[in-house]
């Protein structure tokens, strides 16, 4: 699947509090999270962000709390993907599970700058900057998070599992 | 081969003789936890999963101690999602107001978690039950979804990493200041996905509420679990709490760790972690310039009973300071009454601290104590990111009870030196 969007860039030990401040977190609607996406980072940032836009980051993006609400917001705000130096676990297994495409990839998070024009290949993990014209590669998923990002969620996985052995019908 | 303790704990939990760090593995849980602010979300996907039913009505807890007592109209429609769930699904351990505490002080206090235990929480601070050496880490809505209906989850066993303490600790330095002097060495990454343990002979002699603490604040490093090898202090603790057969397990000789820390106890001062990360430590004592709005003292990190008689012990005879609103959140039922009973209360009251019925509050910014634009607050909670406790101008040192009582009464960040 491939990706191409604008990039929006931030350091390192972006925090869940920064994702999505938890006085939002009375309520888990994305639509209402995604409006407050980034705000104490970068203010009006859920006005400006395309869909299709990417996030770019350095390292152990997500850091924090465990609310899902943090990948809930950033997908729902139209962010198409987060490309990092690496990623706090929570939200990790946060956004496999949800759905939001992440990849690592430290030379890329390093290389791209704020505006570039990226194009991402989902399938394989390359990495173009169509602004500057250098391609990178991001680290493979291991066989057993495929298989949940190939299910389309961990949910889905599950339901499907549950399904062959006919526990839910 | 030989394994460390979370090892053994996850090893225990997939049936197996054996796991090594970096195999996935399923492992079954022993509970499952979910708060006001992550259940609502964990219910939603626990239906979408399709089972009719939770894996165990007795292996989940739902506490809901974020937003309550509920602040505003939404908060309360959280608080009735769970509240309509756990009676439907018929759950044991549901947490409401009035029996409620801080979801990490009350659920061992209640025994609901044991040594030996694999628990996942949906927060973060789920890692403090590490200290009575359960294998305990925080996950997402859905993963705790999933836990809820299959009573599994899927993990990458982690490296573990070693921290050792040896010799005596300085006068008023808990075990706040040994987990801030450990991120503050480290980074907020530092153990990012490794299980972390605590041992030496220091740690030997820390009371449980200062494991709790330090157990707690793993997550600060990024770390998947923070572990303390039970002894005989944690089966004081364990003993009169437990109602179902538990593990003591340690590492073996010669298991692996992927880094190994020494400290000298001697050489910690109080610390204070400066805005906006838990690893910008520095000496309480070299920040005593800088004048304050708020105080806090509570949360899952430090709003335990000792950390209670620690504040009342410097506040006893004392007056907060006139430009300083000194917030007191005892973190259980348990607790709080302990504090009435010890004339801790009478102590806070007297010296003009607001004390709360237990919440998680202030610790996020979401209410008793949200600061405002320029503010800043000395509390005994576990993170100070922009914006954590209120507006993104507001700033949060964080620090343990003595510092936060001190500074209390001076208006500025203080040690207890400065009052004795």
Known sequence: MLLRGRVW???????????????????????????????DLDPGFAQKVRPGDIIVAGANFGCGSSREHAPVAIKAAGI??????????????????????ILICPEAAQAIAQGDEVEVDLVSGSIRDLTSGVSFQ?????????????????????????SARGAIG | MPMTLAEKILAAHCGRQEVAAGEFVEADVDLVLANDITAPL??????????????????????????????????????????????????????DVGRVGIEHALLPEQGLVLPGDLVVGADSHTCTYGALGAFATGMGSTDIAVAMATGKVWLLVPESALFRFEG????????????????????????????????????????????FTMANMAIEAGAKAGLFAPDERTREYVVPRARRP?????????????Q?????????????????????????????????????????????????????????????????????????????????????VDIFVEAGAAVSTPTCGPCLGGHMGV?????????????????????????????GPAVAAASAVLGRIATPEELC
Request: glycine content about 6%; aromatic content about 8%; proline content about 5%.
């Open chain 2, 42 to 95: 964990a219910i939603k996907e626990f239906r979408r999963i399709g089972v009719p039913a939770v894996f165990n009505r007795e292996r989940i807890a739902l506490v809901c101690d974020h937003f309550t007592p509920n602040k505003d109209i939404a908060s309360a429609i959280q608080c009735q999602e769970v509240r309509r769930f756990a009676r439907e699904q018929g759950i044991v351990h549901f947490y």
């Open chain 1, 138 to 162: 991001a680290q493979r998923y291991p066989e057993f998070m495929l298989r949940i990002i190939e299910a389309g969620g961990l949910v889905e996985k599950v339901r499907k599992d549950l």
């Open chain 2, 371 to 399: 600061l405002a634009p320029g503010e800043r607050a000395v509390s005994t909670t576990n993170r100070n990111f922009v914006g954590r406790m209120g507006d993104r101008t507001s700033e949060v040192y964080l620090a």
């Open chain 2, 246 to 258: 538990y593990r003591l397990l340690e590492s073996d000789p010669g298991a692996r760790y992927v």
């Open chain 1, 80 to 101: 198409a993907c987060v490309i990092a130096s690496s990623f706090a676990r929570i939200f990790f297994r946060n956004a496999i599970n949800i759905g939001l495409p």
């Open chain 2, 260 to 344: 190994v820390k020494e400290y000298r106890a001697e050489d910690i001062p109080l610390l204070v972690a400066r805005p906006h990360l838990p690893s910008n430590v520095a000496p309480a004592q070299s920040l005593s310039e800088i004048p304050i709005d708020q105080v806090v003292i509570g949360s899952c990190t430090n709003g335990r009973l000792e950390d209670l008689r620690v504040a009342a012990q410097l506040l006893r005879g004392r007056k907060v300071h006139p430009y300083v609103r000194c917030i007191v959140i005892p973190a259980t039922q348990a607790i709080y009454l302990q504090a009435v009973r010890e004339g801790l």
């Open chain 2, 168 to 211: 005596q600790l300085r006068r008023w330095v808990t075990g706040k200041d040994l987990i801030l002097h450990i991120i503050g060495d480290i980074g907020v990454d530092g153990a990012l996905y490794q299980a972390m343990e605590f041992t030496g002979g220091t740690v030997a002699q820390l009371s449980m509420d200062s494991r």
């Open chain 1, 9 to 39: 860039k931030f350091g390192a030990n972006v925090d869940t509090d920064a994702i999505i401040p938890a006085r939002y977190l009375n309520t888990s609607e994305p639509q209402a999270l995604a409006r407050h996406c980034m705000e």
